[in-house]
């Protein structure tokens, strides 16, 4: 099973922007494909980004599209998440997931985690 690893996150000031990335050991990085899901304390994890095998294909949540932006270098076994123009209502965990089976990683069954990094924005 591949192991995930999420660091990038931290406190910023609404308006910034963080980059977080998710390395990823143990099994071939180009055969899983990968997302980015976010919980927010006495909420439910939700989906926020996706990304395909070869990262040909992305899908965003409504939240956070044209601000945020998915991506992956498979040479490096990682995937990043691009954080423009944070809001407060952005403050989370954000975990990433992988999947070996499915085309897009947009729904939580199935999926391998990481340990997730916490994102805070003040306003």
């Known amino acids: 099973q591949v192991q995930l690893v999420e660091s990038g996150g931290g406190l910023v000031q609404a308006g910034g922007s963080l980059r977080l990335s998710c390395a990823a050991s143990?099994?071939?990085?180009?055969?899983?494909?990968m997302g980015w899901f976010r919980q927010a304390p006495g909420k439910e994890r939700e989906f926020v980004a996706a990304?395909?095998?070869?990262?040909?294909?992305?899908n965003l949540a409504d939240s956070v599209q044209g601000r945020f932006t998915i991506s992956r270098d498979n040479a490096k076994n990682t995937v990043y998440l691009q954080m423009n123009s944070l809001k407060p209502e952005d403050t989370a965990v954000y975990y990433c997931?992988?999947?070996?089976?499915?085309?897009?990683?947009?729904?939580?069954?199935?999926?391998?985690w990481g340990q997730g990094t916490q994102v805070t924005v003040s306003s």
């Open positions: 143990g099994r071939t990085f180009s055969n899983y494909a």
């Open positions: 997931a992988a999947d070996v089976s499915r085309a897009l990683v947009v729904t939580e069954t199935g999926n391998t």
């Open positions: 990304i395909s095998r070869s990262g040909g294909s992305t």
